[in-house]
């Protein structure tokens, strides 16, 4: 082609490009200002660090949630690029904000088809054959759920051009290509971090395959990988230094729990609900299920899984037939781009993590903050797509060169086809995406209802009387060691009215968020007998807005909060009170001065204020040298679970509520952490029903003992209790100590022989 040819495709791919991102993302691209695609679950902390930052942020230091710490922005899937930007020049309105993030999403679309099209076209294929495919390719992207909610992960043009950069790399040893893959590295891990660990995958999959496959000698196969490698790897350690330079927290969580959710599997490569064939078939019954999306989700596509299908038979028909001339040839297409992208899928898949090797990850200090493993097999979706389609335009022109011209045109016509409807089923979803983001949009916003500011002008409050919104049912998930209730429909009402008042939430939902501040964060509702650090580093003594779902049922140390609060009324389908810290510090002090009152008169083990049987193991036989309380404590158990008592009972009426509790010893260098599992027996021995409490649910702690506790209802047939410490994955803890069982009705308090004092289970500061 000469260069105004090449000009004029480009341009055709571009429009091209355009036409169908508006066709994808309708509203998103048509009325940004008014969109917010999903406000549930991610989508709505995501809509709230993105907006906050931008509206009223400064810097690095969100300061929208975990009240009142903040948390650096990157840790919140708040699109620092964006947000810090407009911070630093003075923040923005929303709809500024808005408008800018989804016209950048969409030009990511145009890129993405761009850079594909120029793929396909350094692999041989003609300008119109790469403008079509490299369209399907993008537009069939794994990386299209992203849009309903981890939007900073919808930025489909990343992987393309890493792969282009790499290709001319690859050719040409030139080092400008090796430099603009780290600016496009830094530049999107400021939009997600992911983007930094996408690149290090790849560079480092490269550089490994091309030192086993290339030619040359060694020396020229390191020359080759030096730079591509070293500047790739720059990219996360380019991350890193930015974050540690901006960074006050210091006790982050090392090692992030990876589930086997997070991790690709099957399904989530060959089927897919987003296409209409895979969707004839669970409607009509043909499958039971097919992949909807997870971390993992990288549906191929049925012409990429009918042509490596096709592959794999050919492959064994030369096989078997030795000497024969293979069918179709295979694509001039450089075995190392194959190679890496299978060993990439083996490794999204947690091959070897998920055969109990998890140890594994503790010498891949790269990826130990990565969670979600499954999201690096978008690097196998873009290599095995370019793939599969320059094999068929190779099959295409040797069916042509052999004379058989209809079976070539049949071939590419039905690719076309298939291709283009699936991809047509996925621009459906996006499209049903974007029509709900105006709506969605309004309802945060309160256009369509009364707004919040109105609410609390009735009642005669303005938002400056308030200096944080507290959110009951609490949630507090991020930390890894601790997982505290679930954020649920609650997260929405909550980042509907920090949006609309300027009030940062107590609440947490974010990632690798700081262990100790954690722990002072959700001893606010641990009760009267537990510490409230937070409470002292409040700026002053203004209350805190609680909202409460109508519909839920409150914990006891919940319920205590309330009960030092002024009841405001209900909108947004919420009780809403005004909580004041310096009535619950009172009644801490009320409470902590009856307790102190008794102290002096115990002497062993009492219950006051309740009846009935009670059990305590404190474990004080000096075994082991880190006890929580007294003279010892019980060390780990090496199985993954044990039996550490058998309790009668007597109980003289149905559904008495008790508590059980027991403090565990953690360790800093993992996320793991144990269970305590009851059996309910009946007379008989007979299981009538089961109780489980997760120390990863603590809201009570010291250093990294964590009190693991729950309350629950004892039926009147119930006899006997065996307690089991679930210890998986083994070992789960380094020691446990003070296991409590004991009406919740009573006060329980105990005093070691040092003159230590425990009620209910938990560390007592006396006035003695």
């Not at 999306?293 to 049925?302: A, P």
């Not at 801490?588 to 001065?593: E, I, L, P, S, V």
Request: aromatic share 14%; hydrophobic share 45%; charged share 15%.
């Amino acid at each position: 082609m000469t260069r105004q040819q090449r000009s004029l495709w480009l341009l055709a791919t571009t429009l091209f490009a355009v036409v169908l991102t508006v066709l994808s993302l309708h509203h998103i691209v048509r009325i940004p200002w008014r969109m917010l695609p999903d406000i549930g679950g991610d989508g709505a902390k995501n809509n709230l660090t993105y907006l906050y930052h931008s509206m009223w942020g400064s810097g690095y230091h969100f300061q929208g949630m975990n009240y009142p710490f903040g948390e650096h922005i990157v840790f919140t899937d708040g699109i620092p690029l964006l947000s810090v930007f407009f911070a630093s020049i003075g923040n923005v309105s929303a709809p500024v904000a808005l408008t800018v993030l989804w016209w950048l999403l969409g030009l990511s679309y145009v890129l993405s088809v761009v850079y594909l099209y120029k793929i396909l076209l350094r692999f041989g294929t003609p300008p119109l054959y790469a403008m079509v495919f490299g369209a399907c390719i993008s537009f069939l992207t794994p990386q299209m759920i992203c849009v309903r909610g981890h939007y900073a992960l919808a930025f489909t043009c990343v992987i393309p051009m890493l792969f282009y950069w790499s290709l001319q790399y690859h050719e040409t040893a030139r080092i400008r290509h090796c430099i603009y893959i780290f600016l496009l590295g830094v530049i999107s891990s400021l939009l997600h971090p992911y983007y930094a660990g996408m690149v290090l995958v790849w560079v480092g999959a490269y550089s490994v395959w091309y030192l086993v496959l290339s030619g040359g000698t060694w020396a020229q196969r390191f020359r080759h990988v030096a730079p591509y490698f070293g500047l790739g790897a720059a990219v996360p350690a380019t991350v890193m230094m930015l974050i540690r330079v901006t960074d006050t927290v210091h006790d982050r969580p090392q090692t992030p729990y990876n589930p086997v959710d997070s991790y690709t599997n099957l399904p989530q490569v060959i089927t897919s609900y987003f296409s209409p064939f895979w969707k004839f078939l669970v409607e009509h019954h043909i499958m039971p299920r097919v992949s909807n999306g997870g971390e993992g989700y990288s549906y191929l596509g049925l012409v990429v899984i009918g042509m490596l299908g096709l592959l794999a038979l050919q492959q064994v028909y030369v096989r078997v037939r030795k000497g024969t001339v293979q069918l179709l040839p295979l694509p001039q297409f450089d075995r190392l781009w194959v190679w890496m992208a299978f060993s990439v899928l083996i490794f999204s898949m947690g091959i070897p993590f998920i055969w109990n090797m998890q140890w594994l990850i503790q010498y891949l200090v790269g990826f130990k903050q990565f969670r979600a493993l499954g999201r690096f097999v978008w690097i196998f979706y873009y290599i095995i797509a370019v793939y599969a389609a320059v094999v068929m335009y190779q099959w295409f022109t040797a069916l042509k060169a052999s004379g058989r011209i209809r079976s070539a045109w049949a071939l590419l016509a039905l690719a076309t086809m298939v291709w283009s409807l699936e991809v047509r089923g996925y621009m459906k979803t996006t499209r049903e995406i974007s029509e709900q983001g105006a709506y969605n949009y309004d309802m945060i916003w309160s256009k369509l209802e009364k707004n919040w500011k109105d609410f609390l002008a009735e009642h005669k409050y303005q938002p400056t009387d308030f200096q944080a919104l507290l959110l009951l049912k609490y949630f507090h998930i991020g930390t890894e060691k601790l997982w505290i209730g679930h954020e649920g429909w609650m997260m929405t009402l909550g980042s509907k009215a920090a949006l609309q008042l300027h009030l940062p939430i107590v609440d947490v939902m974010m990632s690798r968020s700081s262990w100790s501040q954690a722990q002072d964060q959700v001893r606010l509702i641990a009760g009267p007998l537990a510490q409230k650090p937070t409470l002292a580093m409040l700026p002053d003594d203004r209350p805190f807005l609680a909202m409460v779902l109508k519909t839920d049922v409150l914990s006891h140390g919940e319920q205590y909060l309330l009960d030092n609060a002024d009841y405001i009324g209900e909108h947004s389908d919420c009780r809403v009170y005004a909580v004041y810290p310096a009535r619950i510090r009172a009644a801490d002090k009320h409470f902590a001065d009856s307790v102190n009152a008794m102290v002096p008169y115990v002497t062993t083990d009492t219950l006051v204020g309740a009846a009935g049987s009670w059990y305590a193991a404190h474990f004080d036989d000096g075994r082991n040298g880190t006890p929580l309380f007294g003279t010892g404590c019980a060390p780990v158990i090496r199985g993954n679970d044990s039996v550490v008592a058998d309790i009668p009972v007597s109980i003289s009426a149905d559904s008495i509520e008790y508590e059980v509790s027991a403090w565990f010893l953690l360790g800093r260098a993992d996320y793991r952490s144990p269970d305590l599992l009851l059996h309910l027996l009946d007379e008989k021995g007979n299981e009538i029903g089961t109780v489980k409490a997760a120390t990863n649910a603590s809201i009570d702690s010291r250093d990294m003992w964590f009190r693991c506790a729950q309350y629950f209802y004892i039926p009147a047939a119930c006899r006997r209790i065996r307690l089991q410490v679930v210890n998986t994955l083994n070992p789960a803890y380094l020691a446990m100590d003070e296991l409590l069982l004991r009406p919740a009705a009573g006060l329980f308090i105990t005093r070691s022989a040092k003159g230590e004092v425990m009620v209910n289970g938990h560390l007592f500061k006396t006035n003695m």
